[in-house]
């Protein structure tokens, strides 16, 4: 039977962060949880600084503290290291999001005598309040998942709605943006995604896309990703001259999320970026190959997921075992652009 931490009244509780933006998103309707349950208590939230500006602004976490991996805390004396910064807080309890054997070993080191967390990865024993995953679980979206342990854990569980709060600079840097270089409407493309190619739609394909929606809708084209997606983005902007932004690696995540915000449409690879259009409400196309549409979809009612269901899929590999990459290559231009206008046309 798990032990339940809804009888303990923590004045300081460490949120250990998942490592991915999409993950990340994904989390929040239980972060607003923990906040519900715990409404007195000072929350900080321990991220990787590649997903921390999806909780600097959040409403439910007073603190976000940075896990420099690649720096001051990388290896294990980087790690001894920000478990004694972490000691230093005095936390009375760790709720671990992340599922690595690692994240509890942290909070072990750091001292919180209070741990809480999936048992996975061998970590059972380090965990004070651990969780057993249920296999009605493993069905679910992801959003439960996270949900159900905090659940399983006494806590009384609110909404499941996604949400995302992002900072007035950010907000105010989008909106000078847009009224600067864009007419509507605004759809913005998401060409990469971070697990593979077998998630990546052709470029190609998305610049048919831009082609068409330039010529035939009028549309403002944005090109996001990192700067491993800006040689898709140059071929994006070959198909459709003078309507293409490519901000591929030239925007901070917040400048980028509060972009997409805004845009009338996001045509997306199942990636970090789909989830914060979905957490924003963004009409999105996603387009899904190798990965499972069910557990990872985008968590939003304004959505066309666009897949081929075949035999194989989903395989969840990051690149195609058949290597005909038929999920991706059967999806063809015309019917992602009927899937995008029929999201603009519903906003008009």
Same mark, same amino acid.
């Given at each position: 039977?798990?032990?339940?931490?809804?009888?303990?009244?923590?004045?300081?509780?460490?949120?250990?962060?998942?490592?991915?933006?999409?993950?990340?998103?994904?989390?929040?309707?239980?972060?607003?949880?923990?906040?519900?349950?715990?409404?007195?208590?000072e929350?900080?939230?321990?991220?990787?600084?590649?997903?921390?500006?999806?909780f600097?602004?959040?409403?439910?976490?007073?603190?976000v503290?940075?896990?420099?991996?690649?720096?001051?805390?990388?290896?294990?004396?980087?790690?001894?290291?920000?478990?004694?910064?972490?000691?230093?807080?005095?936390?009375?309890?760790?709720?671990?999001?992340?599922?690595?054997?690692?994240?509890?070993?942290?909070?072990?080191?750091?001292?919180?005598?209070?741990?809480?967390?999936?048992?996975?990865?061998?970590?059972?024993?380090?965990?004070t309040?651990?969780?057993?995953?249920?296999?009605?679980?493993?069905?679910?979206?992801?959003?439960?998942?996270?949900?159900?342990?905090?659940?399983?854990?006494?806590?009384?569980?609110?909404?499941?709605?996604?949400? #995302?709060?992002?900072?007035?600079? @950010?907000? %105010?840097? !989008?909106?000078e943006f847009?009224? =600067?270089? +864009?007419?509507?409407? /605004?759809?913005?493309?998401?060409?990469?995604?971070?697990?593979?190619?077998?998630?990546?739609?052709?470029?190609?394909?998305?610049?048919?896309?831009?082609?068409?929606?330039?010529?035939?809708?009028?549309?403002?084209? #944005?090109?996001f990703?990192?700067? @491993?997606? %800006?040689? !898709?983005?140059?071929?994006?902007? =070959?198909? +459709?001259?003078?309507? /293409?932004?490519?901000?591929t690696?030239?925007?901070?995540?917040?400048?980028?999320?509060?972009?997409?915000?805004?845009?009338?449409a996001?045509?997306?690879?199942?990636?970090?970026?789909?989830?914060?259009?979905?957490?924003?409400?963004?009409?999105?196309? @996603?387009?899904?190959?190798?990965?499972?549409?069910?557990?990872?979809?985008?968590?939003?009612?304004?959505?066309?997921?666009?897949?081929?269901?075949?035999?194989?899929?989903?395989?969840?590999?990051?690149?195609?075992?058949?290597?005909?990459?038929?999920?991706?290559?059967?999806?063809?231009?015309d019917?992602?652009?009927?899937?995008?206008?029929?999201?603009?046309?519903?906003?008009?």
């Amino acid at each position: 039977m798990t032990k339940t931490i809804s009888h303990l009244s923590p004045k300081k509780i460490l949120i250990r962060s998942t490592n991915w933006i999409g993950d990340a998103i994904m989390t929040t309707p239980a972060i607003r949880t923990i906040r519900e349950n715990f409404p007195a208590a000072e929350i900080t939230i321990l991220a990787y600084p590649w997903v921390a500006d999806i909780f600097t602004a959040c409403p439910h976490v007073d603190r976000v503290m940075f896990y420099e991996k690649k720096g001051r805390h990388k290896g294990l004396a980087g790690m001894w290291r920000l478990a004694r910064e972490l000691a230093a807080q005095r936390f009375d309890l760790a709720i671990l999001l992340q599922n690595a054997f690692s994240a509890a070993l942290l909070a072990l080191f750091a001292g919180i005598p209070v741990r809480a967390g999936y048992r996975r990865d061998g970590r059972g024993l380090l965990l004070t309040h651990g969780v057993n995953i249920k296999k009605s679980t493993r069905a679910l979206h992801q959003v439960y998942y996270y949900q159900e342990m905090l659940k399983d854990l006494g806590l009384v569980c609110g909404s499941h709605e996604l949400f #995302l709060s992002l900072p007035d600079v @950010a907000m %105010t840097w !989008a909106s000078e943006f847009l009224a =600067a270089n +864009a007419g509507r409407p /605004v759809v913005g493309l998401n060409p990469g995604a971070a697990y593979g190619p077998a998630k990546r739609w052709p470029a190609e394909r998305y610049g048919g896309l831009a082609k068409r929606l330039a010529e035939e809708q009028g549309a403002t084209l #944005l090109v996001f990703g990192t700067a @491993a997606d %800006t040689e !898709a983005a140059r071929d994006i902007g =070959a198909a +459709a001259p003078g309507r /293409v932004h490519d901000l591929t690696g030239k925007t901070s995540l917040a400048q980028a999320m509060a972009l997409i915000g805004l845009c009338d449409a996001f045509v997306t690879n199942d990636s970090g970026l789909m989830h914060v259009a979905a957490a924003q409400k963004t009409p999105l196309v @996603a387009i899904f190959g190798s990965t499972d549409a069910v557990a990872t979809g985008p968590f939003s009612p304004k959505v066309e997921v666009v897949n081929k269901k075949l035999a194989c899929s989903p395989c969840l590999k990051t690149h195609c075992p058949q290597n005909d990459f038929a999920c991706m290559l059967d999806i063809e231009v015309d019917e992602v652009y009927a899937a995008t206008c029929k999201l603009l046309k519903s906003e008009d």
